[in-house]
Antibody, heavy 121, light 106 residues
């Protein structure tokens, strides 16, 4: 079955760029939207943005000026880059698959296990 | 942004109980409402999408209802494995937004 696995540094310095990769195994990137979502005790779950396998991306306005989501179909991966990070970006980051193209009902049907990123000097 | 408000934020229940969690959207979202279950140390699991469609493999004791701005998740005959945190999420418009969660405790 399809599985997602996040990877990347667990510690990032303030003002630097957070970079994470999600590797998709057991399936293709085609015909799905792929999202990044983060979770904190204070703000709960926050959708960061998603990308279609073709490369079209949509971002949450709360981070739009700082975020880039990209896709590498040859590696079956998609990635998140969040620049100029602050302590407020400390969170548990998830990648997730959106099933909307298949079911006509958008929903995150598969999630990674999550990776914790701490922003600190 | 559409605000999603869940209630209660936590509840205590016993095995065998019937539990209902509500979710209210700050504006109408049609039937674009999903429910997730999250257990400690795990990513959320999709339970119900489109208000009331059960995701494959999810037990039939879970059900969803509602329309417009008011929605509910009901768990009939609570099982030990159902003690978890539940989130609603609107998929009507970006930015996609989640409720604050309801923790179901023993």
């Amino acid at each position: 079955q399809v599985q997602l696995q996040e990877s990347g540094p667990g510690l990032v310095k303030p003002s630097e760029t957070l970079s994470l990769t999600c590797t998709v195994s057991g399936g293709s990137l085609n015909n799905y939207y792929w999202s990044w979502i983060r979770q904190t005790p204070g703000k709960g779950l926050e959708w960061i943005g998603y990308i279609y396998h073709s490369g079209s991306a949509y971002y949450n306005p709360s981070v739009k000026s700082r975020v880039i989501i990209s896709v590498d179909t040859s590696k079956n991966q998609f990635s998140l880059k969040l620049s100029s990070v602050t302590a407020a970006d400390t969170a548990l980051y998830y990648c997730a698959r959106d099933q909307q193209v298949v079911t006509a009902q958008p929903a995150f049907d598969i999630w990674g296990q999550g990776t914790t990123v701490t922003v600190s000097s | 942004d559409i605000q999603m408000t869940q209630s209660p934020s936590s509840l205590s229940a016993s095995v065998g109980d019937r539990v209902t969690i509500t979710c209210r959207a700050s504006q109408t979202i049609g039937n674009f409402l999903n429910w997730y279950q999250q257990k400690p140390g795990k990513g959320p699991k999709l339970l119900i999408y489109g208000v009331s469609t059960l995701q494959s493999g999810v037990p039939s004791r879970f059900s969803g209802s509602g329309s417009g701005t008011d929605f509910a998740l009901t768990i009939n005959t609570l099982q030990p494995e159902d003690f978890a945190t539940y989130f609603c999420q609107q998929s009507y418009i970006t930015p996609l937004t989640f409720g604050g969660g309801t923790r179901v405790e023993i």
